[in-house]
């Protein structure tokens, strides 16, 4: 399988990896061969890149840290409850929301508790539309992966995936013409952004059934280390450590996403961010805990090798998630030369190093 740029998709390439509406519901199964029609609704929905078997790739597969079907029912109750906040009637509703979000948690927290080791190896495409949603739900899987690394117990853990699945509530009072806004946004459209964390914890707020450690994380997501987030500007001792570990996912997940305003960040980018980032505007502990579960160049990724040629990431190395085993492209001159088709595992031969990794 393959990560390519929906631009280079063909008709007749097949689908390795199913796309999901916004409300959790699979859009095109895997193994759907594509049409112009598809390839191009799926530009309009803002998926920009898919995978798709391809020959160089033949054989290669990839899984996600947890099941579609695990991700799939997350994504169905954010979407509900973000419907109900909307609507101003999440707090009639609340108790059977919050046991099925309780429930989503658990499900992803006893999947990612059966891995020997959690590593990300896989791009979450995500839909422009769908963003929040799909967001609230990789950051509550980042996040629980992060916090089991610092040995949380199960109801720390809960506690923490539900505040992450909810995180964002409050853009659900933020008009969406603004949060799609493909241009910079003036400074009444971004003071009402910024409004968001605070509109969430109040919501939140009203209800018992929500601990006041998951709420927190939705009031200070945005805050850094060195006083430079919002709403209230803290500083590392006055934030909690849910919501440090909020802001390192929610900043990962937004730079490894296709937005309105700009193509993603693939991982080594984003990780390298985050470490530039780290002892400033995050907590350097948690970053390091955080990036030791990802993988920086993803299964199907396409690379350059130090030694000049193309290659593609055929498989994760978990006890050295930087150097992967890679499998060498046949499109440049010395390649097909050489030894296209050859995989090479980057752990055991250090004089080859990965380049860059080139966007699909
Ligand atoms: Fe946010």
Redesign the pocket.
Known sequence: MRLMSIDAVMPGMVLSRPVYGIDGRRWLAQGVELTQHYIDRLRELGILMVYVWDEATSGVEVRDVVSDETRSRAMAIVCKMLAEASRGTIHARRMALYSEASDAVGAIIDELRSKMRTVVSIMNLKSFDGYTYEHSVNCCILGIMTGMGLKYNDIKLRNLGIGLLM??IG?MMVPRDILNKAGSLDPWEFRRVQM??EAGFKLLSEDDEISATSRVICLQ??ERCDGSGYPRGLTIDSIQEFARIGAVV?VYDALTSDRIYRPAYMPSQAAEILRRGAGREFDPEIVEEFLSHIAPYPIGATVRLSTGQSAVVVDINTDDIARPVVRILGQDEEARAANAGEEIDLSKHREINIAFCLRP
Do not use: M
């Open positions: 995180h964002d853009k968001h964390p997501h945005h929610d």
